[in-house]
């Protein structure tokens, strides 16, 4: 049954796969201007469609790449529901938003609750899986186990859905806890593993208003990406109308993600667009071998430089200074005088290079980019190793890494440190081969 749940994920007709993913579409292009009656609505401000096989292991909090956004953009997360209590609040505060999200439903939630993941679908969300039990040590468990755990999950949720569509292949590990067996299952199931950007640390014991402090720092840290939040907490519910109020303030617009399907196919990107922060476009090297817009080749020539442009004339080089006594001064010496051959080189001019000599072959063209950004990642791996290890003020251990996210800025380091004192330190999970640990979650 599990398997058949898999395997005919791919397969079915879309007018039984994605029910509630069409709802989304429909609302593609809702924004505060069309969310009727709350004229101070964010809105959703595009929907973006990803292929989870193209892109298998999201988000900077573990990973070198995120999706696709575009600076001030982010999507909303919410996990562990549904929980009646407070997911029902979380979907009327996004609903007075017009604000969509993606749901990391826990299969036992949903098995409980299978009315709250309906509700989740027909407000036009997301719905994705977090599995079935939420165990929270999902690194310690033997990978069949763990596997048993994402089938499960998967199948519990399609079951509340009860309209024969699946949910969406996104998914996210308890605590983030992602092993290289897991992401390579998930790959292997057509499944997109979601870690976040960051946190707002709204399943630890602190004030909603300090969950609104550290949803909008972390953001503005990095200033865009995936917020992770959890639905089935009170000071989420309390957090979420300041959060929301305080993104339209400060320019933020909200994006939904929706999988690819075989009749609705992924929004076209390019490779830089899923880092974080893609090399600047000004900066030559990051773009090559591209061909600069300043290297156009044509008929145009620049003029060699004339010898009169130096100017030698104002000095006193080559001017001996008379000899006192018997000596006969000697004149100057022939230069800095002009030369007859002057005219002749002021008309010489210098061709520019043509485009056709800066061309490499395709192929050669992705080897560049790819080794580029795996030597960014893993200078970014090696600089987060060294800096965690001196806040830890402990050494490494051979073969890994005591660390936060490279890029999770400073903001996304303090749960770290709290880490030491309210729990083990959390996740591993693979950065281009690396492990790094991430500050835990539930
Ligand atoms: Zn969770």
Known sequence: MIASVFGGLWRR???ALYVGLLSSVAAQAASAADCPGHPDAIGTSRTIVVDPRAHPIIGTMQYNKTLPLEDHEVVL?????????YSNQILDILAAHC?????????????????????????????????QNHPSGMHR???????????????????ALADGSAPAPFLRIPGLRATDGIEEFAASKGLQVWSADFPADDWRNVSAARVYELAIER???????????HDIQPRTVAALPRILHELKVRGYRIVHVVPATPDRPATPTEPQQWLLHPPSETVAISRWPKIPKFAVAGPAVLPAPALSDLDWRTSGLGVRAPRRGRSVPLPPAPWPRQSSLLPTVTLAALPVPAASLFKIPESARMTLLASSASRAATAQARSTEVSAAKVAGKPRRPGRAVAPPASAGPAAQAPQRADTNLSKPAAQAKRNGRSVRVAGKR
């Open 141 to 159: 468990l033997p990978l069949d186990r763990s596997k048993q755990e994402i089938e499960q999950g998967i199948a519990s949720v399609t079951a």
């Open 219 to 229: 953001l503005e840290a990095k200033g865009k990406g995936i917020l992770l939040l």
């Open 99 to 131: 604000a969509k999200a993606t749901f990391f439903l826990v299969g036992r939630q949903a098995n409980g609750n299978p009315e709250g993941v309906r509700k989740v679908r027909d407000a036009g969300h997301t719905v994705a899986t977090h599995t």
């Open 77 to 85: 997360t919410f996990d562990d529901g549904p929980l009646p209590k």
């Open 13 to 15: 007709p879309l007018t």
